[in-house]
């Protein structure tokens, strides 16, 4: 199911899945989890191709590249860019300006699980679909996975459970 605008939109068949040439989806994936695997392989179907854009900013505890080489990994069949977050946090018009930017050219979808993707989608003339915005298909959320991440390791792919698995062990050992 896949919530477009204000309404509920469904596609049954394969040839009608495909909804724009390429698409894009941005995100802290900090960490990556389920829900962004929903959110990812939802407009991976829906677009010829995607463009996975994770955002780094000063700070975080787990590095950008990281975080891009797990999305890699998860997602061998979209093109994933590491960026740097210079933009202000509520400008979508400047956050889109940057996505031309960064990826040479406006997307034809721009696929999101929030509230900025509509205003985000619309300064670059592209489609906007929102993907489970209230979590019902994967009810997770990445800063709850950081607050307690062994409560939430069922929510993680095996790459970044690992992460944080050596990470309890070396902590435990000291």
């Known amino acids: 199911m896949i919530e477009q605008g204000s309404h509920y939109e469904q596609i049954e068949d394969k040839k009608e899945k495909i909804i724009g040439e390429t698409g894009v989806v941005i995100g802290k994936f900090y960490p990556p989890h389920k829900g962004h695997k929903y959110l990812i392989d939802t407009a991976s179907e829906h677009v010829n191709h995607l463009m996975v854009?994770?955002?780094e900013a000063e700070g975080q505890t787990i590095p950008g590249e990281l975080r891009a080489q797990w999305i890699r990994e998860i997602h061998p069949d979209?093109?994933?860019?590491?960026?740097?977050?210079?933009?202000e946090?509520?400008?979508?018009?400047?956050?889109?300006?940057?996505?031309?930017?960064?990826?040479?050219?406006?997307?034809?979808v721009v696929f999101t699980s929030e509230e900025y993707g509509?205003?985000?989608?619309?300064?670059?003339?592209?489609k906007h679909v929102l993907v489970d915005q209230e979590r019902t298909h994967i009810p997770i959320c990445a800063t709850k996975i950081r607050e307690n991440p062994l409560?939430?390791?069922d929510f993680l792919e095996p790459c970044v459970q690992e992460y944080y698995?050596?990470?309890i062990i070396y902590e435990k050992s000291n």
């Open 53 to 55: 854009l994770v955002v």
């Open 78 to 87: 979209v093109e994933v860019k590491l960026i740097l977050d210079d933009v």
């Open 89 to 108: 946090p509520d400008n979508s018009q400047q956050w889109a300006e940057r996505t031309i930017e960064w990826l040479g050219q406006a997307p034809n």
């Open 118 to 126: 509509e205003r985000y989608a619309g300064f670059m003339k592209a």
């Open 151 to 153: 409560q939430y390791l």
């Open 165 to 167: 698995r050596k990470g």
